[in-house]
């Protein structure tokens, strides 16, 4: 027994603006409960994932089980890979999101479009998903809004294989930033 409150750790930010931090250690000691608290929303509206790495315990590192996380979405089901995808917001979006989704959206400036950077967005979201069936997915820490827009155009031009290949890579990639937000560096 971990003696936190999962709930309140895991679903609030820190008073530092930061995700409560835990240990690779803590993680393993941590029960079912409390280690699908803590993964929570590391991969988007996806507790299987999760539930599926758990079986993996005990971790070395944030790495391992990263590399677990991603192996667990490699061998699932195509279905299950698109619904991975499709349980992403629309970047630009308006709607309820996740904290985490919140929160990396605002970093790039997403929350603050002006009406005609909004409906470029729209526009943009709905004509790729028209095209491939699912939302576009980037990690956009550290990008802003036009990187993410110009970004956007050119992967328009993808295949809907490589499309799909290319959110999976940049789900793993939300996930691994994600990750390190919730386990100390000193552990990593």
């Known amino acids: 027994m971990l003696g936190f409150v999962t709930c309140k750790l895991v679903t609030f930010l820190s008073e530092k603006g930061r995700w409560d931090m835990y240990t690779i250690e803590q993680i393993n000691q941590s029960n079912h409960e409390e280690f699908a608290a803590i ?14 790495v758990e079986t993996a315990k005990p971790f070395t590192s944030l790495q391992h089980l990263h590399q677990e996380m991603v192996a667990v979405v490699e061998n699932s089901l195509p279905e299950e890979k698109l619904a991975l995808i499709k349980a992403h917001p629309n970047l630009g ?17 997403l929350q603050n479009l002006t009406s005609d950077e909004y409906q470029q967005f729209i526009s943009m979201n709905h004509q790729y998903m028209e095209k491939f069936g699912f939302p576009f997915i980037l990690a956009v820490r550290g990008k ?23 959110a999976l890579i940049e789900i793993y990639k939300i996930a691994r930033l994600r990750l390190e937000e919730k386990i100390s560096q000193s552990f990593r």
């Open 39 to 52: 993964t929570e929303g590391i991969f988007e509206h996806s507790p299987w994932i999760s539930k599926k």
């Open 144 to 166: 802003n809004k036009h990187e993410i827009y110009e970004a956007m155009e050119t992967r328009f031009q993808n295949s809907k294989d490589i499309e799909f290949q290319t």
């Open 93 to 109: 979006d308006r709607v309820a999101m996740t904290n985490h989704s919140v929160q990396e959206q605002k970093g790039a400036g």
